[in-house]
């Protein structure tokens, strides 16, 4: 049974109806806007039932549209439209049809499938520039698909794999700040049962690679704190050398910088000697330090910063949640009196949680408290809390406002002076190497610091394999993972496994029937599949599948009829002027053999591509208009030299 999380409806001018209005916080949580229990491309058709179709003349098209209206907040009011747009890819052209994000990050062996959904939460800027330039909400949200800059683009092939394709957040002029924007997207891949989601790693802030400045301080990229880890990169870096690079720069010894910066950058000594005598440990390493100051950094507050509320009922009216105001209050009395047997020390998190279940059993309750009382005001008590620089853990005290006690504060540095010390630390250390390039520490610093600059793609797997978990009871069925074995010309590729549901008693004919529609479904390349044999199973058509098969078993199948040549992603094919495809080879002296979405150049002579930075052409710099290889350069050379 399907539930819905709906919290309110709007008129529609004219009458007729109302628009359905969900939660932005909870929508992809179990439960909002619906419990999604089936496989990848049933849940997509399930959630746009809860959407506001915008019919048009786009579904003749092969597009179809739809849109949610997201409460961000409710006071003042604040609203966001995540537009999601279907696309059919017989509709589009050739070069169209294929992902050159699947073959970036490495699944350009995947055939295209016959689906494209498109999320897209536009900017105010993205929706002028789509309204400006169309005439219909149909043609709207197709231009939407087209445009970039918007706050949050996602799509999704219809297998279950995705792409991340940009998130822009306050840095970029937004509303909404980029953990928000994260939090929901992961929230969306959970619910729909996504496979592996990839995305392109470019976030900056205040001119900072923030890939670099976590990898370092964290060991990982700003995404890692969501599960995206790295997978594949251009220049044929691998995870082994991703891995090392940031070992190496994370033990740079502090006392070396200082012997190769200070006298560069006075600051730096500065710096450094700052923040130690702010930690309650050695500060030793470079990660030592930008891990302790990046920590710093959340529990800081200002003034202005600080979110008071003199009485509880003006807390309960700024926060949304699912339990009535009188059970929030009852959990915000029990957590204060808590804090009060501590007498104003700093407690921890799970110390005050712990004490709060004696009388309070429902944990959610508390955690949502726990989570929104941090520096509000109630009654004569203002509730702190903020990390714990050195055991890395959420801290609460209360201060009684109406006294003259001090809180012993954590940090004795300002925000923006923070902010403005990691600045400099990232410009003087990482980006700002040329001087000395050729001394001590910097070839290797400089050498690694370019590896994680060019570990770019990201993957977050969200299920290996689809769910066969199901109730006979209910279905009557059982489910098994199936797979194609694919023959591309000299080789032969594996499709994703499926999760198929048959019944107890059916046959081999009716599963051989039962995976030819469901992965016609999927592929566009298997329009005419048909399934001629189970590999490694010999078994007759009119055999009990389940006599032969455990629940939930994985077989493979063989067939004739799945189209070859450019049904694949990764065909590294041009469309020519006459609407032929030419091959397009790469083999470029860092041992790259793909296209990994880096700025190319090819040879005039043998036409083999390579990349512009390998071949020592800046980035800065326009392509030339001819160009010869080293190898051909040097055949030319030899042939001139012959008698």
């Known amino acids: ?65 739809w849109s949610f209206r997201l409460q961000v907040q409710r006071q003042p009011p604040f609203h966001v439209v995540l537009f999601v747009l279907e696309e059919a890819v017989e509709t589009v052209t050739v070069a169209a049809r294929q992902c050159k994000q699947c073959q970036y990050v490495g699944w350009g062996t995947h055939m295209i499938c ?33 445009l970039e800059g918007h706050i949050l683009h996602g799509v999704f092939h219809s297998n279950g794999f995705g792409h991340l394709l940009c998130l822009n957040g306050l840095e970029m002029g937004n509303s909404l700040p980029g953990y928000l924007l994260m939090d929901f997207w992961d929230r969306l891949c959970n619910a729909l049962k996504a496979r592996k989601v990839s995305l392109r790693d470019i976030s900056k802030k205040k001119g900072m690679e923030l890939r670099l400045l976590h990898s370092i301080a964290f060991g990982q990229s700003w995404f890692g704190e969501w599960g995206y880890k790295f997978s594949h990169g251009p220049f044929k870096v691998t995870i082994p050398m991703h891995q090392k690079a940031i070992e190496t720069l994370q ?15 006075p600051q730096i000594p500065f710096i450094f000697s700052k923040y130690q005598s702010l930690s309650n440990h050695p500060l030793l390493t470079l990660q030592d330090l930008l891990h302790f100051m990046l920590n710093l950094k959340s529990p800081l507050h200002t003034q202005n910063t600080m979110e008071y509320s003199h009485s509880l009922a003006g807390f309960l009216l700024e926060t949304s949640c699912r339990w009535s105001p009188k059970r929030v209050e009852m959990a915000v009395r029990v957590i204060i009196e808590a804090l009060k047997r501590a007498e104003f020390r700093w407690v921890s998190r799970q110390e005050v949680r712990d004490a709060a279940r004696i009388y309070i059993g429902d944990t959610g309750l508390l955690d949502f408290v726990l989570k929104s009382l941090g520096n509000h005001v109630v009654g004569n008590y203002l509730v702190r809390r903020t990390l714990n620089p050195v055991t890395k853990v959420l801290e609460y005290c209360l201060q009684d406002v109406c006294s003259s006690v001090e809180m012993k504060p954590r940090c004795k540095v300002g925000r923006v002076e923070l902010a403005k010390d990691i600045s400099n630390l990232y410009k003087y ?15 290797n610093l400089t050498i690694a610091s370019e590896i994680i600059l060019d570990s770019k793609f990201l993957v977050k797997e969200y299920m290996s394999e689809p769910q066969t978990k199901f109730e006979l009871e209910i279905e009557g069925k059982l489910n098994l993972l199936c797979t194609i074995r694919v023959k591309r010309q000299e080789t032969t590729t594996i499709l994703p496994y499926e999760c198929i549901a048959l019944k107890n008693n059916g046959t081999i004919d009716e599963l051989k029937k039962e995976v030819e529609r469901n992965f016609k479904e999927i592929y566009w390349g298997l329009r005419s599949f048909v399934v001629k044999k189970i590999v490694d199973l010999e078994a007759k058509g009119n055999d009990l599948v389940f006599g032969l098969v455990e629940v939930g078993g994985k077989l493979v199948f063989e067939g004739s009829g799945e189209d070859e040549g450019s049904f694949f992603m990764n065909n590294n094919n041009n469309t020519n002027n006459n609407g032929g495809m030419n091959k397009k080879i790469m083999e470029c002296i860092c041992g790259a053999m793909e296209d990994d979405g880096e700025r190319m150049v090819a040879c005039d002579i043998c036409e083999i591509w390579q990349h512009t930075r390998c071949v020592q052409i800046p980035n800065e710099q326009q392509v030339p208009h001819i160009f010869i290889c080293n190898r051909c350069d040097q055949e030319i050379a030899l042939l001139h030299s012959l008698p």
């Open 251 to 265: 033990s740079l010894p502090l006392s070396l910088l200082l012997h190769h910066f200070a006298s560069i950058h």
């Open 429 to 443: 250390i990482l980006g700002d190497q040329k001087p000395l390039q050729a001394k001590g520490i910097l070839p």
């Open 1 to 65: 049974m399907m539930t819905t999380d709906v919290i309110g409806k709007k008129r529609r001018r004219g009458g007729g109806g109302g628009e359905r209005v969900f939660r932005f916080k909870s929508f992809g949580e179990n439960g909002h806007p619906a419990e999604l229990v089936g496989r990848f491309r049933e849940n997509v058709e399930a959630l746009l039932g809860f959407g506001k179709w915008e019919s048009g003349e786009c579904s003749c098209e092969g597009f179809r549209c």
């Open 114 to 146: 016959n689906k494209k959904y498109h999320f897209v939460l536009p900017s105010k800027e993205t929706m002028m520039a789509a309204s400006s330039s169309s005439n219909s909400k149909s043609m709207l949200s197709l231009r939407l698909m087209e």
